[in-house]
């Protein structure tokens, strides 16, 4: 690498080409020399360090306030200066102490973190992380020892400037035990997916598990959480919706869909005067109706996309104002408790997004922000549990974005799919809660360049990167489980924190303008008439095993037109009029005969077929490559050859000066890394 830099320039170097020596005979014998193991000793945040990022943070998360929204953006209440919030998930773990939330949020703020999602269960029933279910013991009651984590989780990450956004609720965290009063139709072994839209019992649960979490006395800080301005946000539910395809006699037990078939037949006889009278009953019959008990029956969300009948028509905007009414009483329910934070709704994709995304978006515009997941990219895992392990004997196969390479080994086209990205609807800021470039993948060292440059140009106020698996004093996979998918303590994800996260939170790259400007009319999506234009999925397997028609996925990534995220921002709004649409012409940026991008700024280049990003601004330069490149490659300031095949270098002006003049660079190196004996 030859860099083009003023003299008497002062420039950081973290370079890293990582991990362990590996099994022998796995990997070519003249490989070895290479490769290092990882083991970085626990640090000791006394001494000054090469880098250290906490200055970014204020001296206590809320500091200035709660955070609130102005126009689409995060903004500090008292002050009203915009923030970006460059994030981790952890889940509620009880068994850490104080000292060791302490220690991981001051590893966290030193490489860039200004915000935890804590995504994690409050009740006594089994989490990601621990099983401490009883017979005697309720699994829906509050759980004492997670509440006292979260207390201690938040007060550790206030210390540092870290703010904290509550996540609860998550259909697979829950089982209901076999109790025909309280809960008809479980056994214990069925989770209630979209149950808490009507089971009376567990919005109950729900409402208590909430109410006392956020209005118990923190006993570390002397504030309720419902009073902290660090507890940035709270979410609704995770992953669950009326629209996705759990919503099936298959998953959910006949005596629960007897509720909604009841709620629905009262709906459709104040539509229409009474049950006889609809005018579809005769023409589109179900086998499962019951109008003598007051019951009708619903269609497969699949079916009902493809068919979209007068009867489909009317399911889709009965589930619509019920999933819609629920968040809007929530939300109203939340503000009377008194929580002063933000709220948002869910973050979940639905059974046919180019006919629901629209409809399942407008049932969010009841929260501040809208949040999204389909953000996971990886190649695809194949054994037993593979969906969330990584064990002996597995097969996988490792994937490039920059290449875009096919989601399936066995496809040779591409897979057009930008997960990191989202649009902006309705003005509201945009949250990306969880994403991950899974592993194994010798190509996630694409990831933490990607997400700062695509998140800063995209102006996507939160991104979530999922998960932590320790508390910081070793970087490991989760300890009592064998190794998993997400994990974010490794050197080619968290490892590459510093710099991107200058790049993310201090805009190093410029906000593109509007590209996509879609104007949708809710009443056309509750005709079925479909989106304009529809997301392509990034969905990690664990969820795909509950849609059996995941593979729609797969297929969805051969459309070109997400393309235009690379070159300008999407924006999306829902309204009951009709507007016009407005696409910029991108011809002079988006060339596909060639496979290149660039963005409406100039500063980012993709080119798919080299297999390159380029980021090209006044105070960021660098590159990532996913396959060996035979010249050189510039910015303005730098040149850079290399015979590796996959590296990150991302250097980064540290003194809010462009690079040409800088007196003080990080220099960010990366190549790949591999597991310990993989």
């Known amino acids: 690498m030859v860099a083009r830099m003023p003299p008497f320039t002062r420039c950081i170097l ?7 020596a590996a099994t022998p005979g796995l990997w070519p014998a003249n490989d070895q020399a290479n490769w290092f193991p990882f083991g970085p000793p626990r640090q000791d945040f006394t001494r000054p360090a090469v880098i250290d990022l906490r200055h970014l943070n204020e001296d206590y998360a809320g500091q200035h306030g709660f955070i609130a929204v102005a126009d689409d953006r995060f903004v500090h209440g008292d002050t009203g200066e915009p923030v970006r919030f460059w994030s981790a998930n952890i889940s509620t773990r009880d068994d850490f102490t104080l000292q060791d939330w302490r220690y991981l949020a001051r590893l966290l703020a030193k490489y860039g973190v200004n915000h935890l999602r804590i995504h994690g269960s409050l009740h006594h029933g089994p989490s990601w992380t621990r099983t401490d279910q009883r017979p005697e013991v309720d699994p829906f009651s509050l759980s004492e020892d997670k509440l006292t984590a979260l207390m201690k989780a938040v007060a550790a990450m206030k210390d540092e400037g870290i703010y904290t956004h509550l996540s609860f609720y998550f259909p697979l965290w829950f089982r209901p035990p076999e109790d025909p009063v309280k809960w008809p139709g ?3 072994e069925k989770h209630p997916f979209a149950a808490i839209f009507f089971n009376e019992n567990l919005i109950a649960e729900y409402k208590n598990i909430w109410r006392t979490a956020l209005t118990r006395e923190n006993p570390h800080t002397g504030l309720r959480l419902i009073d902290d301005p660090a507890v940035m946000g709270v979410e609704l539910i995770n992953e669950d919706s009326l629209f996705f395809a759990t919503f099936r006699y298959e998953t959910i037990p006949e005596e629960q869909m007897a509720i909604v078939e009841g709620l629905f037949a009262d709906w459709l006889a104040q539509r229409y005067g009474t049950l006889r009278e609809i005018p579809w009953l005769e023409a589109h019959p179900n086998a499962r109706d019951a ?31 019920l999933q819609r009414d629920w968040y809007l009483r929530k939300t109203a329910w939340f503000r009377d408790l008194g929580f002063k934070g933000l709220i948002t709704a869910s973050n979940w994709i639905t059974a046919n997004d180019a006919i629901y995304d629209g409809i399942e978006r407008a049932t969010y515009l009841a929260g501040d922000f809208i949040d999204h997941h389909r953000a996971y990219f990886g190649g695809r895992m194949m054994g037993e549990d593979a969906s969330w392990s990584i064990r002996k004997d597995h097969r996988y196969y490792d994937r490039s974005q920059l290449r875009f390479d096919a989601a399936n ?5 591409k897979s057009w799919e930008l997960t990191f990205v989202k649009p902006k609807w309705n003005d509201k800021p945009t949250m990306i809660s969880e994403t991950a470039w899974m592993r194994p993948n010798r190509n996630r060292t694409e990831a933490a360049g990607i997400y700062a440059a695509y998140g800063a140009l995209h102006d996507i106020d939160a991104i979530c990167h999922f998960t932590l698996d320790s508390h910081g004093r070793r970087w490991t996979v989760q300890p009592r489980y064998v190794m998993q998918a997400w994990t974010l303590q490794s050197p080619s994800m968290m490892g590459q924190f510093p710099a991107a996260a200058l790049i993310y939170r201090q805009g190093l790259v410029a906000t593109a303008p509007v590209a996509t400007d879609l104007a949708v009319n809710i009443e056309r999506q509750l005709n079925l008439e479909g989106m304009p234009r529809a997301q392509v999925d990034g969905v990690d397997i664990l969820r795909m095993e509950d849609d059996p028609g995941s593979e729609r996925m797969v297929r969805r990534g051969d459309d070109q037109s997400g393309l235009r995220d690379l070159v300008g921002r999407t924006r999306i709004t829902l309204s009951d009029h009709d507007a016009e649409s407005r696409l910029r012409d991108l011809s002079d940026y988006l060339d596909l005969e060639n496979g290149r991008a660039r963005s409406l700024t100039g500063e980012l280049e993709w080119d798919w077929v080299q297999g390159y990003l380029r980021i090209d601004a006044p105070k960021a330069q660098g590159f990532l490559l996913s396959q060996p490149i035979d010249h ?6 730098l040149t850079f050859r290399s015979d590796a095949e996959i590296i990150n270098l991302m250097l980064v002006a540290l003194d809010d000066t462009p ?16 597991t310990n004996n993989f």
């Open 659 to 674: 690079i040409s003049t800088s007196q003080r660079m990080l220099l960010q190196v990366m190549t790949e890394e591999r």
């Open 291 to 321: 109008l003598d008990e007051g019951r009708l029956a619903f269609g497969d969300l699949r079916e009902m996309a493809d068919r979209r009948s007068p009867r489909d028509q009317d399911t889709v905007r009965f589930l619509y104002e």
């Open 632 to 637: 050189a490659l510039e910015t303005a300031d």
């Open 186 to 188: 479980y056994d214990g």
């Open 14 to 20: 973290i370079s890293a080409v990582v991990l362990s």
């Open 409 to 413: 080994p066995s496809q040779s086209r």
